[in-house]
């Protein structure tokens, strides 16, 4: 029996002194993983870490929250080639549902998606999917009009749809306080005849409905950690088709119980996997086997 980690982060700078260590202890455990790109450096540094291991893949993209220039919580991400921000106060912030980080509280440079770049990262072997993308109206900087931030949004999202469907990869996205915005743009892009290949919903969170409406245009739907703890996202899944779930953990954030608060690992997805077993009603072996397939079924340049 194994898993995949289909959406973790491997290659950020949390693990700076013990990545190795990290990836050995969860693919010694079972479990595979995709680490996914959020800026260039992370996308590029990834794919570095893919390239040194079986069993670990790579995407590639630009992160709705590193569009513009502001505060959170975002050390961890950088890669260790990158000068840690002397200035940055080193405290505890809370993450989404109550997680939290371990990290300091930084200012994130402003990207720009720069397509040349991602189009020739998106061409390497290791490279398996265009993500993380998406529409994340949860953090909208302060001082900034949330119009021109989400427009924002929109415009590079697009520019990563569009990418995928050149170079046929599936997406993995990001989608946060925007569900039905993103539905829509999703939409657009299936009955144009574009993104052939679909994705995945990363870090789902929503409704039963719209997730049954990102299944219909042919979407697969992730869980991390949050399943574990919260019962409104287990109400959800439990009625969402096994043939159609992804488990991952998002590390190094949102670890799971019995886990919770501390530094998340690749290897953590099989608390995600056991708690999707016990509300389906089947064997932890069943929701493996069900799992790899529908991550490979997406991800299918994962051989
Ligand atoms: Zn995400
Ligand atoms: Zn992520």
């Given at each position: 029996m194994y898993l995949i980690d289909?959406?973790?982060?491997?290659?950020?700078?949390?693990?700076?002194?013990d990545m190795d260590e990290v990836i050995r202890r969860s693919l010694e455990a079972g479990v595979f993983m995709i680490t996914v790109g959020t800026q260039s450096d992370t996308s590029r540094r990834g794919l570095e870490v893919a390239e040194k291991y079986d069993g670990v893949w790579a995407t590639v993209g630009l992160h709705p929250n590193h569009l513009t220039k502001q505060e959170f919580n975002?050390?961890?991400?950088?890669?260790?080639?990158l000068p840690p921000?002397?200035?940055?106060?080193s405290t505890n912030a809370t993450l989404p549902y109550g997680e939290v980080a371990f990290s300091h509280l930084v200012k994130t440079r402003e990207e720009k998606f720069d397509v040349d770049l991602f189009r020739s990262l998106a061409a390497h072997p290791k490279c398996v999917g265009i993500g993380e993308t998406g529409l994340d109206f949860y953090r909208i900087p302060e001082g900034l009009d949330p119009e021109v931030v989400k427009e924002k949004q929109r415009e590079t999202a697009r520019a990563h749809f569009d990418l995928a469907t050149e170079m046929n990869l599936p997406l993995s996205i990001h989608c946060r306080d925007a569900y039905d915005e993103q539905l829509e743009l999703v939409a657009q892009y299936v009955s144009a005849?574009?993104?052939?290949?679909r994705g995945v919903i990363h870090c789902f969170s929503g409704t039963e409905a719209q997730a049954r409406s990102f299944l219909d245009l042919g979407f697969c739907i992730s869980v991390t950690g949050i399943l574990t703890f919260s019962k409104d996202l287990q109400k959800v899944v439990r009625?969402?088709?096994?043939?159609?779930l992804l488990v991952e953990t998002d590390s190094p954030y949102?670890?799971?119980?019995?886990?919770?608060?501390k530094r998340n690992?690749?290897?953590?997805v099989k608390h995600v996997a056991q708690t999707l077993a016990e509300l389906k009603g089947v064997s932890l072996e069943e929701v493996a086997r069900a799992t790899v397939e529908n991550t490979k079924r997406v991800f299918d340049r994962i051989k």
């Open positions: 289909s959406h973790c982060h491997v290659h950020f700078n949390a693990y700076r002194e975002d050390e961890d991400e950088l890669p260790p080639n921000n002397p200035s940055s106060p005849g574009k993104i052939p290949r009625e969402l088709p096994l043939e159609r949102l670890s799971p119980a019995p886990e919770r608060g690992e690749p290897w953590k």
